[in-house]
Nanobody, 124 residues
Protein backbone atom coordinates (compact mmCIF):
# COMPACT_ATOMS: atom_id res chain seq x y z
CA UNK A 1 0.00 0.00 0.00
CA UNK A 2 1.25 3.46 -0.94
CA UNK A 3 0.11 6.66 0.76
CA UNK A 4 0.90 9.94 -0.98
CA UNK A 5 0.74 13.30 0.75
CA UNK A 6 2.07 16.83 0.60
CA UNK A 7 0.03 18.28 -2.22
CA UNK A 8 -1.51 21.72 -2.03
CA UNK A 9 -1.98 25.06 -3.73
CA UNK A 10 0.93 27.38 -4.41
CA UNK A 11 1.74 30.32 -6.61
CA UNK A 12 4.04 30.00 -9.60
CA UNK A 13 7.65 29.91 -8.48
CA UNK A 14 6.77 28.26 -5.21
CA UNK A 15 7.77 24.87 -3.83
CA UNK A 16 6.12 21.75 -2.50
CA UNK A 17 7.45 18.49 -1.15
CA UNK A 18 5.48 15.34 -1.83
CA UNK A 19 5.88 12.20 0.24
CA UNK A 20 4.87 8.63 -0.46
CA UNK A 21 5.03 6.12 2.34
CA UNK A 22 4.86 2.39 1.72
CA UNK A 23 3.65 -0.32 4.01
CA UNK A 24 5.90 -3.06 2.63
CA UNK A 25 8.80 -4.10 4.83
CA UNK A 26 10.79 -4.75 1.67
CA UNK A 27 10.49 -1.13 0.54
CA UNK A 28 14.20 -0.85 -0.08
CA UNK A 29 13.96 -3.41 -2.87
CA UNK A 30 11.33 -1.47 -4.81
CA UNK A 31 11.88 1.02 -7.60
CA UNK A 32 9.74 4.06 -6.80
CA UNK A 33 8.30 6.71 -9.05
CA UNK A 34 6.02 9.70 -9.42
CA UNK A 35 3.54 10.25 -12.21
CA UNK A 36 1.01 13.00 -12.70
CA UNK A 37 -2.27 13.43 -14.46
CA UNK A 38 -3.90 16.71 -15.39
CA UNK A 39 -7.61 16.93 -16.23
CA UNK A 40 -8.30 15.58 -19.70
CA UNK A 41 -4.74 14.37 -20.15
CA UNK A 42 -3.02 11.03 -19.92
CA UNK A 43 -0.95 10.08 -16.93
CA UNK A 44 2.64 11.13 -17.50
CA UNK A 45 5.96 10.20 -15.98
CA UNK A 46 7.63 12.69 -13.65
CA UNK A 47 10.47 10.97 -11.86
CA UNK A 48 11.75 7.63 -10.58
CA UNK A 49 14.44 6.35 -8.27
CA UNK A 50 16.10 2.96 -8.41
CA UNK A 51 16.31 0.65 -5.43
CA UNK A 52 19.89 -0.56 -5.84
CA UNK A 53 21.80 2.70 -6.21
CA UNK A 54 19.10 5.37 -5.84
CA UNK A 55 19.77 6.49 -9.39
CA UNK A 56 17.22 9.16 -10.29
CA UNK A 57 15.31 9.58 -13.54
CA UNK A 58 13.43 12.71 -14.57
CA UNK A 59 11.09 13.81 -17.30
CA UNK A 60 12.58 16.60 -19.37
CA UNK A 61 9.81 18.93 -18.25
CA UNK A 62 10.93 18.80 -14.61
CA UNK A 63 14.69 18.43 -14.88
CA UNK A 64 16.49 21.02 -12.81
CA UNK A 65 13.34 21.87 -10.84
CA UNK A 66 12.29 18.59 -9.20
CA UNK A 67 14.38 16.25 -7.09
CA UNK A 68 13.50 12.72 -6.03
CA UNK A 69 14.95 10.98 -3.00
CA UNK A 70 14.19 8.05 -0.75
CA UNK A 71 14.56 7.16 2.91
CA UNK A 72 14.52 3.38 3.16
CA UNK A 73 14.39 3.42 6.97
CA UNK A 74 11.17 5.45 6.81
CA UNK A 75 9.90 3.54 3.74
CA UNK A 76 9.26 6.86 2.08
CA UNK A 77 10.04 8.46 -1.26
CA UNK A 78 10.05 12.23 -1.64
CA UNK A 79 9.57 14.59 -4.54
CA UNK A 80 10.89 18.08 -3.92
CA UNK A 81 9.29 20.43 -6.43
CA UNK A 82 10.78 23.88 -6.88
CA UNK A 83 10.09 26.70 -9.32
CA UNK A 84 6.62 25.35 -9.86
CA UNK A 85 4.71 26.38 -12.96
CA UNK A 86 0.97 26.40 -13.70
CA UNK A 87 1.54 23.51 -16.10
CA UNK A 88 2.69 21.39 -13.15
CA UNK A 89 -0.91 21.40 -11.90
CA UNK A 90 -2.09 17.79 -11.71
CA UNK A 91 -2.87 14.92 -9.41
CA UNK A 92 0.45 13.34 -8.49
CA UNK A 93 0.66 9.59 -7.99
CA UNK A 94 3.42 7.48 -6.58
CA UNK A 95 4.07 4.02 -7.95
CA UNK A 96 6.25 1.07 -7.07
CA UNK A 97 7.62 -2.01 -8.74
CA UNK A 98 10.07 -4.73 -7.80
CA UNK A 99 11.81 -4.88 -11.13
CA UNK A 100 11.59 -2.50 -14.04
CA UNK A 101 13.97 -1.93 -16.88
CA UNK A 102 15.14 1.60 -17.53
CA UNK A 103 13.44 1.82 -20.91
CA UNK A 104 10.06 1.05 -19.32
CA UNK A 105 10.27 3.47 -16.41
CA UNK A 106 8.27 6.21 -18.10
CA UNK A 107 5.34 3.96 -19.02
CA UNK A 108 2.47 3.90 -16.51
CA UNK A 109 1.55 0.34 -17.47
CA UNK A 110 5.00 -0.86 -16.35
CA UNK A 111 4.23 -0.21 -12.69
CA UNK A 112 2.44 -2.71 -10.46
CA UNK A 113 1.48 -0.68 -7.41
CA UNK A 114 -0.09 2.78 -7.18
CA UNK A 115 -0.96 5.23 -4.46
CA UNK A 116 -4.16 7.24 -4.29
CA UNK A 117 -2.81 10.56 -5.60
CA UNK A 118 -2.37 14.02 -4.14
CA UNK A 119 -3.51 17.25 -5.81
CA UNK A 120 -0.99 19.92 -6.75
CA UNK A 121 -2.36 23.24 -7.97
CA UNK A 122 -0.07 26.03 -9.17
CA UNK A 123 -1.62 29.41 -9.85
CA UNK A 124 -0.11 32.10 -12.04
Amino acid sequence: QLQASGGGSVQAGGSLRLSCTASADSFRSYVMSWFRQAPGKEREFVSAIKSSDSRPFYADSVKGRFSISRDNAKKTVFLQMNSLKPEDTAVYYCAADRQIINSAISRPDSWDYWGQGTQVTVSS
